[in-house]
Nanobody, 121 residues
Framework: VQLQASGGGLVQAGGSLRLSCAASGGTFSSYAMGWFRQAPGKEREFVAGINYRTYYSDSVKGRFAISRDNAKNTVYLQMDSLKPEDTAVYYC??????????????????WGQGTQVTVSS
């Protein structure tokens, strides 16, 4: 499956952005999806995942929301109350649904190209 992320940009602290990730070349509904991010000089970290349920890292819980539209082969990440520390390149990823819940990037098989999110203070 091929993944194409979009929707990043520059936003002021407290603002919102919605990222999209369009999938092609596979049966989208058969995949669990996730969003990760990587800030300069830091390791890639888990942000949000959706399988049969949604789950989040503690750093974004209550501010971000992941959702999917299987009819459009797209997963979304709604980001509200953004903070400067949310600045990073955001990646979408896909994996088998066999593992119910995982925050490990190594469990994901397919990755999008990343979209830059910059939050100014």
């Amino acid at each position: 499956v091929q993944l194409q992320a979009s929707g990043g940009g520059l936003v002021q602290a407290g603002g919102s952005l919605r990222l999209s990730c369009a999938a092609s070349g596979g049966t989208f509904s058969s995949y669990a999806m996730g969003w990760f991010r990587q800030a300069p000089g830091k390791e890639r970290e888990f942000v949000a995942g959706i399988n049969y349920r949604t789950y989040y890292s503690d750093s974004v819980k209550g501010r971000f929301a992941i959702s999917r539209d299987n009819a459009k082969n797209t997963v979304y990440l709604q980001m509200d109350s953004l903070k400067p520390e949310d600045t990073a390149v955001y990646y979408c990823a896909a994996r088998s649904r066999r593992i119910l819940r995982t925050m490990s990037q190594y469990d994901y098989d397919y990755w999008g190209q990343g979209t830059q999110v910059t939050v100014s203070s």
